[in-house]
């Protein structure tokens, strides 16, 4: 493949918000890959788009940034690939500068300083539908003298513009065959900030014939959300109907997932003969995976959310009233965002601590994020709650197993933080990290853009339970089933114990029971316990394999939930319960962190930390259950 | 009549124009630079947080940027004009 | 599928499953070498694989 043959690679840079995405969409639809780039955690999103005359374009979507001096790890690599500096990886040979039309003022500074590259340039003015109904009139001719550099007026949402846009890129491309060198690029300081912010107020006077009215509505709007009690309100009610939504959305499609698995399952069971491989892929992949496949309903629902709140600009006014509550604990307002993904599963929340400017202030966040009662926990809290705590009123409208459970989610919503708190103030110390935010006008979320993003998360998820909850669950069927036990031994109708008494986990289950004995575990929890810190889910299937139950989930968990509620104290139970909350039971999390991080030393101090949280409270949980009840 | 006042200092509503841009770092002061905190800008305070009135909310530069007022007191700002009748809860 | 040969896969999987893991976790050890050797038998584009995933050219 020839130099000259093989597809150019351009690349969309701008201002957080000023719809680079939207206009990435627009020229690549669905041809769009999304990858990292080597050695860091920030997200690379690469599109093709197909020119009138058969040859293909990359694009690469950029991080937002205000100026090529980096304050965040997104940030930088927006600097680092227009500098080149990415290893394997050539810089782009032409660039599209987005800015949204109706700020110019202060669009325009990113502008100037990507002219300075000295690479081939086009300016895309987008949202030009917005400026014009704005008042908004432009002398497009005279800003592209001013500038130096073609520009293009467009409307992403709309698709307009987009082939006077390619056509621009092209004749950039033509008037610069050869990649110039590019200019050494030095640090600016304030003077030169300035000095870029005064030439572009002299472009933009000598291009405006008449300048816009702001907008209102984000104003208007703004009186109510931030409205010192009504914003809370607004919040608080979004909030809830969001957690509300998940469960209550996601229960359907969730039974047709956990129905599919069954049947999926019995159909490779009336596939192969009975015998280990049958029961590896039936007891151990399917039902393994399909625990976790139940879960992609809620992810996805809490992440629409997420997506439209963020795209319509409300979830900045949400960081920006949490704002004092995270600061209160020394984290940055925006952490408010992870924390919140972390209610589903805080893998996508760790992942979205990379807009965290501040490394310790990210960390933090990274840390305490597995403690927010996430979806996986919800299995075993509804199967002991369910079993122990009497289904009676207990204030008003309200019932003590729905108190209880709204308790354990305020459990888990002041455990991150009191952690977080804790932490900036010994491990992680350092100055409150400095709030500079921008409230973005609103818009209507774009369907496309939520879409594609839900696509995308959903492919990662599936992805994750493909290949390591999937070898996972192959492991843990292994060590559950081997060594069989001897013919000779009575079966658990015999009053004997169970199969699982005599494999691998079940050894492991006896040798550490000594250590689970104080928390009011015996060896059969100790079993269970082991898958269980593979993947949450599982933990209610392996206590159903261990107390030899059969049958589908539901049946399980009925018949389990009887069962555990004759053989254990409510002192066991609520112990399990605390040490569900706090206790680190998700391979996936720790190797996110371990890939976000960079390193082994911060994924074992959370295994360890928690554990010993875990250990500890679920310790004081039992004796102190046991002492009030006198239960043994 | 021109007052000088700290950015930290506005109450909702006030109007000033920021006259010095001095943080307490070097690169807080390139941040505020960037994101549009200039000399000469024209400032707003729009909004408020409703947990103490911080952070606040400010427009300029055609954007609603939002910081503490810990860290607005590194901006000088003369009052443009005083606000008429803004209740001191607002 | 025989009794027997259940249990053969089932361990063969079991065992690819192991070295996978363990592949995945010393990458960092293995991978410098492995591309070497690539490289010097000229397969260069495999070495670029290897290293970087699918995007490279």
């Given at each position: 493949?020839?130099?000259?043959?093989?597809?150019?690679?351009?690349?969309?840079?701008?201002?957080?918000?000023?719809?680079?995405?939207?206009?990435?969409?627009?020229?690549?639809?669905?041809?769009?890959?999304?990858?990292?780039?080597?050695?860091?955690?920030?997200?690379?999103?690469?599109?093709?788009?197909?020119?009138?005359?058969?040859?293909?374009?990359?694009?690469?979507?950029?991080?937002?940034?205000?100026?090529?001096?980096?304050?965040?790890?997104?940030?930088?690599?927006?600097?680092?690939?227009?500098?080149?500096?990415?290893?394997?990886?050539?810089?782009?040979?032409?660039?599209?500068?987005?800015?949204?039309?109706?700020?110019?003022?202060?669009?325009?500074?990113?502008?100037?300083?990507?002219?300075?590259?000295?690479?081939?340039?086009?300016?895309?003015?987008?949202?030009?539908?917005?400026?014009?109904?704005?008042?908004?009139?432009?002398?497009?001719?005279?800003?592209?003298?001013?500038?130096?550099?073609?520009?293009?007026?467009?409307?992403?949402?709309?698709?307009?513009?987009?082939?006077?846009?390619?056509?621009?890129?092209?004749?950039?491309?033509?008037?610069?065959?050869?990649?110039?060198?590019?200019?050494?690029?030095?640090?600016?300081?304030?003077?030169?900030?300035?000095?870029?912010?005064?030439?572009?107020?002299?472009?933009?006077?000598?291009?405006?014939?008449?300048?816009?009215?702001?907008?209102?509505?984000?104003?208007?709007?703004?009186?109510?959300?931030?409205?010192?009690?009504?914003?809370?309100?607004?919040?608080?009610?979004?909030?809830?109907?969001?957690?509300?939504?998940?469960?209550?959305?996601?229960?359907?499609?969730?039974?047709?997932?956990?129905?599919?698995?069954?049947?999926?399952?019995?159909?490779?069971?009336?596939?192969?003969?009975?015998?280990?491989?049958?029961?590896?892929?039936?007891?151990?992949?399917?039902?393994?995976?399909?625990?976790?496949?139940?879960?992609?309903?809620?992810?996805?629902?809490?992440?629409?959310?997420?997506?439209?709140?963020?795209?319509?600009?409300?979830?900045?006014?949400?960081?920006?009233?949490?704002?004092?509550?995270?600061?209160?604990?020394?984290?940055?307002?925006?952490?408010?965002?992870?924390?919140?993904?972390?209610?589903?599963?805080?893998?996508?929340?760790?992942?979205?601590?990379?807009?965290?400017?501040?490394?310790?202030?990210?960390?933090?966040?990274?840390?305490?994020?597995?403690?927010?009662?996430?979806?996986?926990?919800?299995?075993?809290?509804?199967?002991?709650?369910?079993?122990?705590?009497?289904?009676?009123?207990?204030?008003?409208?309200?019932?003590?197993?729905?108190?209880?459970?709204?308790?354990?989610?305020?459990?888990?919503?002041?455990?991150?933080?009191?952690?977080?708190?804790?932490?900036?103030?010994?491990?992680?110390?350092?100055?409150?990290?400095?709030?500079?935010?921008?409230?973005?006008?609103?818009?209507?979320?774009?369907?496309?853009?939520?879409?594609?993003?839900?696509?995308?998360?959903?492919?990662?998820?599936?992805?994750?339970?493909?290949?390591?909850?999937?070898?996972?669950?192959?492991?843990?069927?292994?060590?559950?089933?081997?060594?069989?036990?001897?013919?000779?031994?009575?079966?658990?109708?015999?009053?004997?114990?169970?199969?699982?008494?005599?494999?691998?986990?079940?050894?492991?289950?006896?040798?550490?029971?000594?250590?689970?004995?104080?928390?009011?575990?015996?060896?059969?929890?100790?079993?269970?316990?082991?898958?269980?810190?593979?993947?949450?889910?599982?933990?209610?299937?392996?206590?159903?394999?261990?107390?030899?139950?059969?049958?589908?989930?539901?049946?399980?968990?009925?018949?389990?939930?009887?069962?555990?509620?004759?053989?254990?104290?409510?002192?066991?139970?609520?112990?399990?319960?605390?040490?569900?909350?706090?206790?680190?039971?998700?391979?996936?999390?720790?190797?996110?962190?371990?890939?976000?991080?960079n390193t082994w030393k911060w994924p074992l101090f959370l295994l360890g930390y928690m554990t010993a949280l875990a250990y500890v409270a679920s310790f004081a949980t039992f004796h102190l259950v046991g002492w009030l009840w006198g239960s043994a | 009549m021109k007052k000088t006042m700290t950015l930290g200092e506005l109450k909702k509503g006030m109007r000033a124009r920021i006259?010095?841009?001095?943080?307490?770092?070097?690169?807080?002061?390139?941040?505020?630079?960037?994101?549009?905190?200039?000399?000469?800008?024209?400032?707003?305070?729009v909004h408020q947080a409703p947990l103490g009135g911080d952070p606040i909310a400010v427009e300029v530069r055609g954007a609603l940027i939002a910081l503490r007022r810990q860290e607005a007191a590194?901006?000088?700002?003369?009052?443009?004009?005083?606000?008429?009748?803004?209740?001191?809860?607002? | 599928?025989?009794?027997?040969?259940?249990?053969?896969?089932?361990?063969?999987?079991?065992?690819?499953?192991?070295?996978?893991?363990?592949?995945?976790?010393?990458?960092?050890?293995?991978?410098?070498?492995?591309?070497?050797?690539?490289?010097?038998?000229?397969?260069?584009?495999?070495?670029?694989?290897?290293?970087?995933?699918?995007?490279?050219?």
């Amino acid at each position: 493949m020839s130099a000259t043959d093989a597809p150019k690679m351009i690349a969309l840079a701008g201002l957080p918000n000023c719809g680079k995405t939207s206009l990435f969409n627009a020229l690549t639809g669905s041809r769009q890959k999304v990858a990292n780039y080597p050695g860091v955690t920030v997200e690379r999103k690469e599109g093709a788009i197909g020119l009138p005359d058969g040859r293909t374009l990359r694009v690469l979507d950029l991080p937002g940034t205000y100026s090529l001096d980096a304050r965040t790890p997104d940030e930088a690599i927006t600097r680092d690939v227009l500098l080149g500096k990415i290893q394997g990886e050539d810089p782009p040979v032409a660039l599209v500068a987005v800015a949204d039309a109706t700020n110019l003022e202060r669009n325009l500074g990113l502008v100037l300083e990507l002219r300075d590259l000295n690479v081939p340039l086009v300016l895309a003015l987008n949202m030009m539908d917005l400026a014009r109904k704005r008042g908004l009139e432009l002398d497009l001719v005279r800003l592209s003298v001013e500038l130096g550099i073609p520009v293009v007026p467009t409307v992403a949402v709309k698709n307009l513009g987009l082939n006077e846009l390619l056509a621009a890129v092209d004749e950039a491309l033509r008037a610069n065959p050869a990649a110039a060198p590019r200019t050494e690029w030095k640090r600016s300081d304030s003077a030169s900030v300035r000095a870029r912010f005064s030439e572009v107020d002299r472009v933009l006077k000598a291009s405006t014939k008449k300048s816009g009215t702001p907008a209102l509505w984000t104003e208007r709007l703004d009186r109510i959300f931030l409205h010192p009690v009504l914003g809370f309100v607004v919040l608080a009610s979004v909030l809830a109907f969001m957690f509300q939504a998940i469960f209550s959305w996601a229960s359907i499609p969730q039974d047709w997932i956990e129905q599919g698995v069954a049947a999926f399952g019995s159909w490779v069971g009336s596939l192969l003969a009975d015998g280990p491989l049958k029961s590896l892929l039936v007891d151990g992949v399917i039902a393994g995976v399909g625990s976790v496949l139940v879960f992609l309903p809620q992810i996805l629902i809490l992440f629409s959310f997420i997506l439209v709140l963020e795209d319509s600009g409300y979830l900045a006014r949400a960081a920006f009233i949490m704002d004092r509550v995270m600061g209160g604990v020394g984290l940055h307002g925006r952490a408010f965002i992870p924390l919140l993904s972390s209610f589903a599963c805080a893998i996508p929340g760790i992942l979205s601590t990379r807009t965290i400017a501040n490394p310790r202030d990210r960390l933090a966040t990274i840390l305490v994020a597995p403690l927010t009662t996430c979806s996986a926990r919800l299995p075993v809290y509804t199967l002991l709650v369910g079993a122990f705590i009497p289904d009676q009123p207990f204030f008003g409208p309200f019932r003590m197993q729905g108190a209880v459970l709204f308790g354990l989610y305020l459990a888990g919503t002041i455990a991150p933080l009191t952690m977080a708190w804790l932490f900036r103030r010994t491990i992680l110390r350092g100055p409150k990290p400095p709030l500079l935010m921008e409230l973005p006008t609103y818009k209507l979320p774009s369907l496309k853009g939520v879409l594609l993003g839900l696509i995308e998360r959903a492919k990662i998820f599936l992805r994750r339970a493909g290949t390591v909850i999937l070898s996972l669950s192959v492991l843990v069927w292994f060590l559950s089933s081997y060594p069989a036990p001897p013919a000779t031994a009575p079966g658990p109708a015999e009053g004997g114990a169970p199969a699982i008494h005599y494999s691998y986990a079940g050894r492991l289950g006896h040798a550490v029971e000594p250590l689970l004995k104080p928390l009011g575990f015996d060896w059969r929890v100790g079993i269970a316990l082991i898958p269980g810190f593979a993947a949450r889910e599982v933990m209610v299937s392996a206590l159903g394999t261990v107390y030899a139950l059969e049958g589908d989930e539901t049946q399980v968990e009925k018949a389990l939930g009887e069962r555990l509620a004759v053989s254990w104290s409510l002192a066991t139970a609520l112990s399990l319960i605390v040490w569900y909350i706090f206790a680190p039971q998700c391979l996936s999390t720790l190797a996110v962190v371990r890939r976000e991080t960079n390193t082994w030393k911060w994924p074992l101090f959370l295994l360890g930390y928690m554990t010993a949280l875990a250990y500890v409270a679920s310790f004081a949980t039992f004796h102190l259950v046991g002492w009030l009840w006198g239960s043994a | 009549m021109k007052k000088t006042m700290t950015l930290g200092e506005l109450k909702k509503g006030m109007r000033a124009r920021i006259t010095a841009v001095n943080a307490a770092t070097d690169e807080m002061t390139r941040s505020f630079l960037e994101i549009g905190i200039l000399e000469g800008s024209p400032v707003r305070v729009v909004h408020q947080a409703p947990l103490g009135g911080d952070p606040i909310a400010v427009e300029v530069r055609g954007a609603l940027i939002a910081l503490r007022r810990q860290e607005a007191a590194g901006i000088d700002v003369e009052l443009l004009h005083e606000p008429h009748a803004e209740g001191p809860e607002s | 599928m025989t009794a027997s040969a259940q249990e053969l896969s089932v361990f063969g999987i079991v065992a690819a499953i192991l070295v996978w893991w363990a592949l995945k976790l010393t990458r960092p050890l293995w991978l410098p070498s492995v591309t070497g050797w690539l490289l010097r038998h000229g397969r260069v584009k495999w070495a670029m694989r290897l290293r970087f995933g699918k995007r490279c050219h």
